[in-house]
């Protein structure tokens, strides 16, 4: 995603969040000036910032832009201010109802914090020791990530981990993966190969699985072009998959 080029309090002005309380649920609305939006690819995708919404209210968490790789949070959610890790580096972060995650850059493993019910603060459990992670990202309960790219006889195959609210497993997929996004209640992946987009989880709330366009290509940065948002129309979070198709 690069380097944040602007200070997480300068970034924070020129990036709108609004949360508000919407038939009993929380409404989640992006306006990012022009010449940022690159740096922001959705609440569930891993990137230099995120942010966690839910009861205890927003909370903006960023990478600090001096290359330190530490993180930096605002917000109203206590849980999550006085849980962030001081001194540990990460390659990226993504965030879900109440807590928020960090890919840890010496050990290539996903560190969570915050008041989630569903994912306990610390490194997700259970949790293979020799398993490193190159992207993680977040649902409203649920947290997945994508494993380094098997070698030999396994590397036509992807593992992605998931843990939380009814997603905790490990998950073998055939084909390379090359990325990753959450929603809701479900996932989504990109092929290397054919730049097509598949889906699992739970299709009940959504329907976005059945809907997913089989034929349909998608630019290499997953994280650039796909997004995952949520409102609360119809009594309970509904997701939306957004993409940028390849030039035929």
């Known amino acids: 995603m690069g ?7 300068d970034f924070f ?5 609004m949360i508000g309380k919407w038939n009993g649920g929380y409404l989640v609305q992006f306006v990012v000036l022009s010449d940022l939006w690159w740096l922001v690819s959705g609440l569930g ?3 230099s910032l995120a942010i966690s919404y839910g009861e205890d209210g927003p909370v903006f968490c960023a990478l600090k832009s001096d290359g330190s790789h530490l993180v930096n949070c605002y917000g109203s ?7 962030t890790p001081a001194h540990f580096p990460f390659i990226g972060l993504t965030a879900g109802d109440g807590f928020v995650c960090g ?3 010496e050990s290539n493993k996903p560190y969570c914090w915050g008041s ?6 610390g490194v997700p459990q259970p949790m293979m020791e020799e398993a490193e992670y190159v992207e993680i990202s977040a649902g409203d309960y649920h947290l997945c990530g994508l494993r380094k790219p098997s070698t030999g006889r396994h590397r036509n195959l992807s593992l992605i981990d998931c843990w939380g609210y009814n997603m905790t497993r490990n998950n073998v997929f055939d084909g390379q993966i090359q990325s990753i996004s959450a929603g809701s209640e479900f996932n989504c992946g990109l ?3 054919n730049k097509t987009v598949f889906c699992w989880g739970d299709e009940a709330s ?9 034929e349909m290509r998608f630019q290499n940065d997953f994280r650039r072009w796909i997004s995952c948002l949520w409102d609360s129309r119809g009594g309970g979070f509904k997701s939306l998959l957004l993409g940028k198709e390849l030039e035929p």
Do not use: H, K
């Open 103 to 105: 890919l840890l850059l």
């Open 45 to 47: 995708s891993m990137s």
């Open 206 to 214: 959504s329907r976005v699985i059945s809907l997913i366009p089989q």
């Open 191 to 193: 092929f290397s190969e």
């Open 3 to 9: 380097d944040l080029s602007y200070s997480v309090r």
């Open 116 to 121: 989630s019910g569903y994912l306990r603060p």
């Open 77 to 83: 959610n206590p849980a999550i201010i006085y849980g």
């Open 13 to 17: 002005i020129r990036v709108v969040l």
